[in-house]
């Protein structure tokens, strides 16, 4: 498949290219499974081997779920918690203040609690900071505790734990963050992304932590089962947590490939049953009158159980996530969505802030570096996330509090923040940090923060060069207006769900023509698409006032554009039908 418009910027400042695809694969894929060309080809771009597109389609995990002693530190983490579990044991948690660590906290709760355990859960408000800390343990030492499992955090806190080990603490770490070559002295840190694991099972390096949680929990229930402790009481049903698994791995923005293909689709599918009665009332206070999908995780749940880590409290997720009173879970429920409209007027005042320093000062370095005195610190990540989109260069956000500075990164392919921050911690430019690929968080010195930017600038300008990149949309395939069916929604329904490596497909529209275009809503545009072979198509595209998009789609006249988009489902009151939400905008001479 060729373009006649690659290489040429769309409106929107990009460059249209299309996947790549092995023609004979997707041939293949096409034949043995009896799916469109089209479908096909997706599949095969994404490096789906003709042998895996029926779990990839039908993703389970009877097929994908390896045995978990595959994994380093599984068998003495599980047999240690399955010993705490049998003996009475008091057990404390410590997670993070995301949604990940949330679902992980309240997946090993739930559990523990189901066999008899009242687990004492600690999630740091972010003025703590992230992951363990001192004034953590010396709380559990008071309160009689000294086995202690973090989930979600721990892998690098070396110093926190040598202070725990000195005070007497046994600690699992349950974690999926960028390791070091050194791993921290405590009884067992299970953790995908461990350097001396084998890659026998690459999928499970894409879990997110609330996946190696619930491994975990596999093997756990599994040594209880072998040692007897279910002779005399129910084994719990660990499917029925797949749900909060499912909301954890969307919301951690994890590739959505292999076993966490088969997290989501069955947990969206326990999610549709409404069990958990904190979900229920989140689902029901956000206005989700159909059964939750990838986007209701992503968009609609996940942000309001954040924003109580943002700018809330942060153990209001895990207390939701868990509770089992229905008034209760009403009120929390009110509660996080009163956060999350908070966080969403904090973060505009320094969404706008940040762009006035950036615009307003040449900058040395490709990347978008800001920092601000009065900046929350719950908010700077998607600020950040924003400031990337905005410029397509890595975007470093910092808020100021005293002498220290908290800051969150978010990246552009090409360049690793988990590596840059391990390589800035080890030359003490920061104090501390971690993360993945794409996001990160770091600690440092407010008098470091210069020369902060300098080892982030040359950093970053070494692995892309001094100039921003042109951003790509990667085109899956080209769809002709009158293949713009339901039938065809209903095919691209098998990709799903969609998410980090394994985005919802985007299709050109090619040569159509813009009619009754009109503004509706906070700068939306919603219009009509016709083509000369046939076809008729409802368009949406959002929050293009202020681009070039706006403009030419309401200005149009019936002129003829090339459309990069989504092809979707149309519910609305009743019906049965597709739309297509537009994302670019190429117009044809």
Same mark, same amino acid.
Not at 503 to 518: D, F, I, N, Q, Y
Not at 538 to 552: C, H, L
């Given at each position: ?7 040429? $910027? ?55 779920? #390896? ?12 047999? $240690? ?19 990940? /660590? ?58 926190? =734990? ?25 009884? *067992?840190?299970?953790? #995908? ?52 698994? *499912? ?42 009158? !159909? ?7 992503? =968009? ?8 109580? /880590? ?83 260069? #890595?975007? =470093? ?37 971690? /993360? ?52 065809? *929604? ?5 990709? !799903? ?8 497909? $985007? ?28 076809? /008729? ?53």
């Amino acid at each position: 498949m060729s373009f006649s418009f690659e290489n040429v $910027k769309s409106l929107g400042g990009n460059l249209w290219k299309t996947a790549v695809a092995d023609d004979r694969k997707a041939e293949l894929i096409s034949q043995r499974y009896e799916l469109p060309p089209l479908i096909a080809r997706i599949i095969a771009s994404r490096g789906i081997a003709p042998d895996e597109v029926g779990s990839f389609i039908n993703p389970k995990l009877q097929n994908l779920l #390896p045995d978990p002693s595959v994994m380093k530190g599984m068998a003495e983490a599980s047999r $240690k918690i399955a010993e705490a579990v049998m003996s009475g044991r008091k057990i404390a948690v410590i997670g993070d203040y995301d949604v990940d /660590g949330a679902t992980s906290s309240s997946v090993l709760r739930l559990f523990l609690e189901s066999v008899g355990v009242e687990p004492i859960i600690h999630i740091p408000e972010r003025d703590e900071g992230y992951g363990p800390s001192i004034m953590a343990f010396d709380k559990f030492a008071a309160q009689g505790v000294d086995f202690v499992i973090t989930v979600d955090c721990g892998t690098t806190a070396f110093s926190v =734990f040598d202070y725990a080990r000195e005070k007497g603490f046994e600690i699992i770490v349950l974690d999926h963050h960028e390791a070091e070559a050194k791993l921290p002295d405590v009884y *067992a840190v299970v953790n #995908p992304k461990r350097l001396d694991e084998n890659n026998d099972y690459p999928y499970l390096k894409y879990m997110a932590a609330v996946g190696v949680v619930f491994v975990t929990m596999v093997a756990v229930n599994r040594e209880l089962r072998e040692r007897g402790f279910y002779q005399s009481r129910p084994e719990p049903n660990l499917l029925e947590w797949l749900d909060l698994v *499912a909301l954890g791995t969307v919301c951690d923005v994890v590739p959505l490939l292999g076993l966490n293909r088969a997290f989501v689709r069955q947990g969206l599918k326990v999610m549709a049953q409404r069990r958990n009665i904190g979900l229920r009332a989140l689902i029901d206070k956000a206005a989700i009158s !159909e059964a939750p999908g990838a986007f209701h995780l992503g =968009f609609v749940l996940g942000p309001r159980i954040n924003a109580c /880590g943002r700018v809330g409290e942060a153990a209001l997720g895990n207390r939701l996530l868990c509770i089992k009173d229905e008034f209760q879970a009403s009120l929390l429920a009110d509660k996080l969505n009163e956060f999350n409209d908070r966080r969403k007027e904090i973060e505009g005042y320094v969404l706008e802030r940040a762009i006035e320093m950036l615009e307003g000062t040449p900058q040395e370095y490709p990347i978008a570096f800001v920092a601000g005195d009065d900046w929350h610190q719950g908010v700077i990540g998607i600020v950040a996330g924003k400031l990337k989109e905005r410029y397509n260069l #890595p975007a =470093f956000v910092m808020s100021i509090e005293d002498d220290e500075v908290k800051g969150s990164a978010r990246s552009i392919p090409g360049v690793d923040l988990g590596a840059l921050i391990i390589a800035a911690k080890e030359k003490g430019v920061i104090t501390k940090g971690g /993360g993945h690929t794409m996001a990160a968080g770091f600690s440092l010195e407010k008098d470091r923060i210069d020369d902060f930017r300098r080892f982030v600038g040359e950093y970053v300008q070494k692995e892309i060069g001094h100039e921003a990149i042109t951003p790509v949309i990667e085109v899956d395939g080209v769809l002709d207006l009158a293949a713009a069916t339901v039938e065809m *929604a209903g095919k691209l329904d098998l990709l !799903e769900p969609y998410g980090a490596g394994n985005s919802e497909p $985007k299709l050109v529209l090619p040569r159509v023509r813009v009619s009754r275009a009109r503004m509706v809503g906070s700068g939306h545009v919603s219009c009509w698409l016709s083509a000369a072979g046939g076809g /008729g198509l409802k368009a949406m595209a959002f929050r293009v006032a202020d681009t070039a998009i706006g403009p030419a789609l309401l200005n149009s006249n019936g002129d003829c554009f090339n459309l990069v988009g989504v092809l979707r489902h149309d519910n609305w009151q009743g019906r049965n039908s597709v739309q297509f939400i537009i994302e670019d905008v190429m117009r044809v001479e």
